[in-house]
C-alpha cells in the first residue's frame, strides 16, 4: 500500500496531475468521464466522474437498486509551494531567477539548497481558441540557495526568510536567459508563440521512502487523504448508498474558487445526480439528510521532540490509527453524532481511532468540511492520518497508517446512514 502511496505522489506534483492521474484510475476502472458542459445520461450501477479546472475531481457510483442517501469522502491535491509568475525570468548579467509568489502557507526553510522541479498547465492558442496542456519538467530545473553561515551568523537562531528576496528561485546562468517560455512550449509540444499563458508551480521531486516505523515524502497533506479515499472508493463493494468521492483544489489557500471546496462543484454533482435519476428538489433534500461526509485531511502528530504541543488528553500518534478532529469553534465539523458514526464504522471495520484536540492556547488550522457545509450541508466528521513537519516539503507519517485509511473509507463507502429523525440514525 504504502509503494502505491510513493507512487501515486510521484505522479502528483501539483493539483493539475493529481487530477489527471486520479482521473486515469478510474478510467482504467471502467469510470466514464462526464463533462459539466454536456447533458448527462447515468445508468444506475455505473461509475463516472467529473473534474473542474482540471484540478478538482468528483467521482461517484450509484448502486444498481437506486439510493437513499449519499456516502461522501472530501479530500485535497493542492500543496503549499511556490507558483512562478506569468513574467517568469528575472535576468541580470550573471544569473536567471524565477518570479515567484507563496501559495500557501510553507515552512519555507524545507525549500532550500534542495532541486527543485516545475510542473503544472499551459494554455496553448488552438485555430478555434485555447487548450490546456500539462507539463511537467521532470528534473531538476531550480534551486533556492541559503546564504553561507559566515555571511549570517544569526542564520540558526532567527532567520527570517523574505520570499521576494531570499527565496527566488535559481533557475540558470545568464546564457539560460529567455529559455525558460521555450521550454515549456517544447515539454508541451508547441510552438512558443503558441503558449498564451501558465499555471506553473516548483515543486519537491524527491521520492518518498518507508523507514522503520515510518513513511516520508513529498506532499504527504493531503494526497496520503487523497490516495487513500480514491483507493477504498474504486475497492468498495455496492451498499445501499450512492458513493462520491471529491478530490478538491485549493484548500491550502481556503477553498474560495470556483473548482475549491467552498464552490458549487459538489453541490452541482449531486443536484445533477439527482436531477438524472428523475427526483424532485424536495428528493435531493432528502438524500442529502441521509447523506454523510468525512473530510479527510492529515492531523498533527504527537512530534518527538516537542511533545508540549500536544494537548495532553488529545494526544495523536503516528501509526496509532485514524484522527478524529475536534474544535470547538467548528473549524472542524466533528461533533457528537458525526464523530459517533464514524467510530461506530472504524469498530466495524477493526480500524483504531484516536482524538485530537489542539491545545486550548493553540488556534490550530481548518480544513475543507466546515466549508464545504455551507454549499451541501450534511453531518460531517474530519479526520485524518497522523504526521509531523506538516507543510515542510517533505512530510513524514506513519506506514501503518494508509491501510487503515483505506480499510475504513471501504467499509464507509459500503455502508448507508438514515436519518430516522433528527438525532436518531441508523447504520445499515
Ligand atoms: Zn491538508
Known amino acids: ?106 515552512i519555507y526553510s ?46 540558526n537562531k532567527d532567520t527570517n526568510y523574505n520570499p521576494a ?19 515549456v512550449a517544447a515539454l508541451a509540444g508547441v510552438a512558443e508563440e503558441d503558449v498564451v499563458t501558465t499555471d506553473l508551480y516548483l515543486y519537491n521531486p524527491q521520492p518518498g521512502v518507508v523507514w522503520d516505523a515510518f513513511i516520508s515524502a513529498p506532499r504527504l497533506d493531503d494526497l496520503q487523504c487523497a490516495f487513500s479515499s480514491l483507493r477504498a472508493f474504486l475497492d468498495a463493494g455496492e451498499g445501499d448508498s450512492a458513493r462520491v468521492c471529491c478530490i478538491f483544489d485549493n484548500e491550502e489557500v481556503g477553498s474560495q474558487t470556483k473548482q475549491g471546496a467552498a464552490g458549487t462543484f459538489l453541490y452541482d454533482v449531486l443536484h445533477r445526480v439527482c436531477e438524472s435519476f428523475g427526483l424532485a428538489d424536495a428528493d435531493y433534500h432528502r438524500a442529502v439528510a441521509h447523506s454523510f461526509m468525512l473530510s479527510c485531511d492529515n492531523a498533527h502528530a504527537l512530534h518527538p521532540n516537542h511533545p508540549e504541543y500536544a494537548d495532553k488528553n488529545h494526544t495523536v500518534v503516528i501509526n496509532g490509527g485514524i484522527v478524529i478532529k475536534y474544535n470547538a469553534s467548528q473549524r472542524y465539523t466533528s461533533d457528537a453524532v458525526s464523530a459517533a458514526l464514524f467510530e461506530l464504522i472504524c469498530r466495524e471495520a477493526d480500524v483504531p481511532v484516536q482524538r485530537y484536540a489542539n491545545r486550548a492556547d493553540i488556534p490550530g488550522g481548518g480544513t ?46 459500503e455502508k448507508s446512514v438514515i436519518m430516522e429523525r433528527d438525532g436518531v440514525y441508523t447504520l445499515a
Open 368 to 413: 475543507l468540511g466546515n466549508i464545504a457545509n455551507a454549499q451541501v450541508s450534511l453531518n460531517t466528521v474530519d479526520i485524518g492520518l497522523a504526521q509531523l513537519a506538516m507543510h515542510s516539503s517533505y512530510e513524514t507519517a506513519g506506514a501503518k497508517d494508509t491501510a487503515y485509511m483505506v480499510r475504513a473509507l471501504t467499509r464507509f463507502f
Open 1 to 106: 500500500m504504502n509503494q502505491e502511496l510513493l507512487s501515486f505522489i510521484a505522479s502528483c506534483p501539483t493539483a493539475f496531475q493529481a487530477t489527471a492521474h486520479s482521473a486515469q484510475m478510474l478510467r482504467t476502472a471502467g469510470y466514464t468521464q462526464l463533462s459539466e458542459s454536456e447533458a448527462w445520461q447515468l445508468q444506475a450501477g455505473e461509475g463516472y466522474f467529473v473534474t473542474r479546472n482540471g484540478s478538482s475531481l468528483i467521482a461517484f457510483r450509484v448502486p444498481k437498486g437506486g439510493f437513499r442517501g449519499f456516502m461522501i469522502t472530501a479530500s485535497h491535491c493542492d500543496s503549499p509551494c511556490f507558483k512562478i509568475k506569468e513574467n517568469a525570468e528575472l535576468a541580470d548579467e550573471r544569473f536567471v531567477r524565477l518570479s515567484t509568489e507563496g501559495y500557501g502557507g510553507m
Open 165 to 183: 528576496v531570499d527565496l527566488v528561485p535559481l533557475y540558470g546562468g545568464k546564457d539560460s536567459a529567455g529559455s525558460f517560455r521555450a521550454r
Open 110 to 155: 524545507t525549500w532550500l539548497d534542495r532541486p527543485l522541479s516545475i510542473a503544472g498547465r499551459v494554455l496553448v492558442k488552438t485555430p478555434r481558441g485555447v487548450e490546456t496542456k500539462l507539463v511537467d519538467f521532470g528534473e531538476t530545473a531550480a534551486m533556492i540557495p541559503n546564504v553561507a553561515i559566515h555571511m549570517n551568523r544569526s542564520v
